[in-house]
């Protein structure tokens, strides 16, 4: 008798595509019926890539990349590369994430006091992080003050390798007494995402406080950033 083997069913792949997702729960339809602001980072993300792949769907693609990110400071930090590495993400795509992050940030600063008061190292730490530590090169600012701890203006001094700023003390007091300022802030970041202090910064931070007290400017903190974190050497009681 000839025995007949039967072939085995094909799988089914099981995916959830946009025209499948109920009309209302749709990011563009939510984005009108309820607002930008009742909207999570994944659906406000998935408006701006438009379309997922062909394996997922777009808010299934935003969620990955807010994962492989962790969050929208990781993606921000994330280079062209980065974002292309991720299936679905070509170069177009990418640059539209990295303007719309710098648009974000951009906003931010024009919304700022100018010259703010500078009365705690959270404040110090704001005006920082507006303007570093989404990169992955370290950099070296300074805030100007004047008698009242009020912002002159904010410089940044170097910038270099991925852990390799050098804290040019001879820079950072040109510029303070080239603006006749009474005491400076100074912040560097740490592209880790680790704002822990290595012994080379606390040996930077001493030899600061050591030049301004030979100055005559006062050196009110020196902050390391890693967003959404920060350290101040102050309260640490380096200076």
Do not use: W
Not at 112 to 122: C, G, L, M, T, Y
Not at 136 to 165: C, F, K, P, S, W
């Amino acid at each position: 008798m000839e025995e007949h083997t039967e072939n085995a069913a094909p799988t089914v792949e099981y995916r959830v595509r946009m025209r499948n997702i109920p009309e209302g729960e749709r990011p563009r339809e939510r984005f009108i019926q309820v607002g930008p602001s009742a909207m999570s980072q994944r659906e406000l993300l998935a408006i701006l890539l438009r379309s997922g792949t062909k394996t997922m769907n777009v808010l299934q693609l935003a969620e990955r990349l807010l994962q492989q990110f962790n969050g929208l400071h990781g993606l921000a930090r994330a280079s062209l590369a980065d974002l292309q590495s991720v299936e679905g993400v070509g170069l177009v795509k990418a640059i539209e994430i990295q303007a719309a992050l710098e648009l974000g940030r951009r906003m931010m600063l024009a919304e700022r006091d100018p010259k703010p008061v500078i009365r705690s190292p959270e404040d110090a730490a704001q005006v920082f992080m507006a303007f570093m530590g989404n990169d992955d090169q370290e950099e070296v600012h300074v805030l100007l003050l004047d008698t009242r701890h009020r912002v002159i203006d904010r410089r940044m001094i170097y910038r270099g390798t991925l852990n390799a700023a050098n804290m040019r003390l001879a820079e950072i007091f040109r510029e303070a007494v080239r603006a006749n300022c009474a005491a400076i802030i100074v912040g560097h970041n740490h592209p880790s995402g680790d704002p822990s202090p290595s012994a080379e910064d606390i040996a930077a931070t001493r030899a600061l406080v050591q030049a301004g007290q030979l100055l005559g400017i006062e050196v009110v903190d020196h902050l390391i950033i890693a967003q959404p974190r920060f350290v101040s050497l102050k309260e640490r009681g380096v200076l």
